[in-house]
């Protein structure tokens, strides 16, 4: 079973992915150590933040238990539509609208593929130095841009 893991630092998010069984079993909030995950994250020390399931339902922190379940939800985390019928005027939400929303619980087991985490604690590479590839700047996404309009005939 592939992981793909968001680890965050800061304003920077870099994507992994891993085989490690031993995830498994491990709730949102707990901290886990680079080591487990990958050799390369030596002295790092990551917490679990969230996960979301193969089918997108996210993991809730208060739910215990790998498994779904149907929580009545107000607006936040995993809630954020209209209910059904109501006109679409911007920046206009009903109060005290809760709905029903399908949530996955908090243990990581297989059916979980994404789990974010974040940076408690640095190694002794940067992650930068760890994933060259995902350093790439921004610019070249512009030049691609030039180049196409300069292609173009007017």
Not at 61 to 90: A, C, F, I, N
Request: net charge positive.
């Amino acid at each position: 079973m592939a992981f793909k893991l968001n680890i965050s630092e800061k304003n920077k998010a870099w994507k992994l992915e891993t085989e490690s069984e031993l995830l498994i079993g491990k709730k949102i909030g707990e901290k886990v150590k680079g080591e487990e995950i990958s050799s390369n994250l030596a002295g790092y020390e990551l917490e679990i933040t969230g996960t979301s399931d193969k089918a997108g339902f996210p993991g809730f922190k208060e739910v215990d238990g790998p498994g779904l379940t149907r929580k009545l939800l107000g607006y936040g985390k995993g809630m954020h539509k209209r209910p059904k019928g109501l006109s679409k005027t911007p920046g206009r939400k009903p109060r005290g609208l809760r709905l029903r929303k399908t949530v996955r619980g908090n243990t990581i087991s297989t059916d979980i593929i994404q789990i974010n985490m974040k940076v408690i604690k640095q190694g002794s590479k940067k992650l930068k130095e760890i994933f060259p590839e995902q350093n790439k700047p921004k610019e070249k996404a512009a030049e691609k841009a030039e180049q196409v309009q300069v292609q173009t005939p007017p």
